[in-house]
């Protein structure tokens, strides 16, 4: 890996994300990217995957986000009946609404539809919102293995995959719920995998699910 100083770019216009996603970045008012967003976002532009190590409150949702939409921006046409172009994983309801809300405010006036499915919620409005196909789709594992087992959702064109706070899902058996989940994405994929702690099964996780990823790491505050 290399240090820090090899990412050391002040602006978000110097990431190479499509003009649209500049200027809206700069309607909402972000123009330095963040450590982790820094050296997470060109490796991902480049299609690479990611094992992020990073804390709460590091900027982790742009740092997969925006590549999320530049690339998504890049492939015009409409997600199919029940499909989803690109799968994200949050642990809680909470974490998912934060998320989709953080890349809405990125993705308003483009075609770019992103859809939550929560537990607590009405299934039946999800099944519905599902069927019509979806960009990016933001999820609690348990909630979306509800969903495919209706088969209200269809994931072989899944060809992104995000695992947001990985430790924390691992602490609610994640891995059974990726096992019936990641043998029905898309390949190739790419997977981006997010974690404040690495403990050993998150190494198994990464081995597991990640291809040759590129490792990005930022020091918690004040270190
Ligand atoms: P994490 O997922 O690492 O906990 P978030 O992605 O939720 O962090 O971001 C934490 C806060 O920082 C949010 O309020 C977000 O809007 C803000 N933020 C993220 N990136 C930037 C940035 N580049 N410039 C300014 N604020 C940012
Ligand atoms: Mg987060």
């Given at each position: 890996?290399?240090?820090d100083?090899?990412?050391?770019?002040?602006?978000?216009?110097m990431?190479?994300?499509?003009?649209t996603?500049?200027?809206?970045?700069?309607?909402?008012?972000?123009?330095?990217?963040?450590?982790?967003?820094?050296?997470?976002?060109?490796?991902?532009?480049?299609?690479?995957?990611?094992?992020?190590?990073?804390?709460?409150?590091?900027?982790?949702?742009?740092?997969?986000?925006?590549?999320?939409?530049?690339?998504?921006?890049?492939?015009p046409?409409?997600?199919?009946?029940?499909?989803?172009?690109?799968?994200?994983?949050?642990?809680?309801?909470?974490?998912?609404?934060?998320?989709?809300?953080?890349?809405?405010?990125?993705?308003?006036?483009?075609?770019?539809?992103?859809?939550?499915?929560?537990?607590?919620?009405?299934?039946?409005?999800?099944?519905?919102?599902?069927s019509?196909?979806t960009?990016?789709?933001?999820?609690?594992?348990g909630?979306?293995?509800?969903?495919?087992?209706?088969?209200?959702?269809?994931?072989?064109?899944?060809?992104h995959?995000?695992?947001?706070?990985?430790?924390?899902?691992?602490?609610?058996g994640?891995i059974?719920?990726?096992?019936?989940?990641?043998?029905?994405l898309?390949?190739?994929?790419?997977?981006?995998?997010?974690?404040?702690?690495?403990?050993?099964?998150?190494?198994?996780?990464?081995?597991?699910?990640?291809?040759?990823?590129?490792?990005?790491?930022?020091?918690?505050?004040?270190?």
């Amino acid at each position: 890996m290399r240090g820090d100083k090899g990412y050391d770019l002040l602006d978000f216009d110097m990431l190479g994300l499509a003009p649209t996603l500049n200027d809206a970045l700069k309607r909402a008012g972000f123009t330095e990217p963040t450590p982790i967003q820094n050296q997470a976002i060109p490796l991902a532009m480049q299609g690479h995957d990611i094992l992020g190590l990073a804390q709460t409150g590091t900027g982790k949702t742009l740092a997969f986000g925006l590549p999320l939409i530049d690339t998504l921006l890049a492939q015009p046409g409409k997600p199919a009946p029940k499909t989803a172009k690109a799968l994200i994983l949050a642990p809680t309801r909470e974490l998912v609404n934060q998320i989709a809300d953080s890349l809405r405010v990125l993705t308003d006036g483009s075609k770019i539809r992103v859809t939550t499915v929560v537990g607590g919620q009405s299934i039946g409005r999800q099944i519905n919102l599902l069927s019509r196909g979806t960009d990016i789709l933001v999820a609690t594992p348990g909630r979306l293995i509800d969903l495919m087992d209706r088969r209200a959702v269809d994931l072989r064109s899944v060809c992104h995959l995000v695992l947001d706070e990985a430790d924390q899902m691992l602490d609610m058996g994640f891995i059974h719920a990726l096992r019936k989940i990641a043998p029905q994405l898309g390949t190739p994929r790419q997977t981006m995998l997010f974690s404040a702690t690495m403990p050993k099964q998150m190494e198994e996780l990464s081995r597991a699910y990640l291809d040759n990823p590129r490792r990005v790491q930022v020091s918690p505050p004040g270190k």
